[in-house]
């Protein structure tokens, strides 16, 4: 995926939608964006991401999309959980 500098708008979403989501074990967090406005989210763990992880992070995604005023601005999103021990 040919990725591109990530908007400000969608930075400063992801941050404050972070806020109070990070824990211990989440080692990293990359988001890529890209012409086709396609949005990849993927988070490093420090052990194999659970389900429970797996929901905190969604919740984290539904924040940044209760920002959206359309389907023009993000059009898709991958989804990826890692365990990068």
């Given at each position: 995926m040919n990725?591109?500098?990530?908007?400000?708008?969608?930075?400063?979403?992801?941050?404050?939608?972070?806020?109070?989501?990070?824990?211990?074990?989440?080692?990293?967090?990359?988001v890529g964006?890209?012409?086709?406005?396609?949005?990849?989210?993927?988070?490093?763990?420090?052990?194999?991401?659970?389900?429970?992880?797996?929901?905190?992070?969604?919740?984290?995604?539904?924040?940044?999309?209760?920002?959206?005023?359309?389907?023009?601005?993000?059009?898709?999103?991958?989804?990826?959980?890692?365990f990068s021990?």
């Open positions: 990725t591109k500098k990530l908007p400000d708008w969608l930075r400063l979403w992801f941050q404050h939608a972070l806020l109070g989501e990070v824990y211990p074990a989440i080692r990293g967090i990359a964006f890209n012409d086709s406005r396609t949005m990849i989210f993927r988070v490093y763990f420090d052990r194999e991401p659970t389900e429970e992880d797996r929901e905190n992070m969604s919740c984290v995604l539904t924040q940044i999309f209760a920002n959206t005023s359309s389907n023009d601005e993000i059009t898709a999103v991958t989804e990826e959980y890692l021990g």
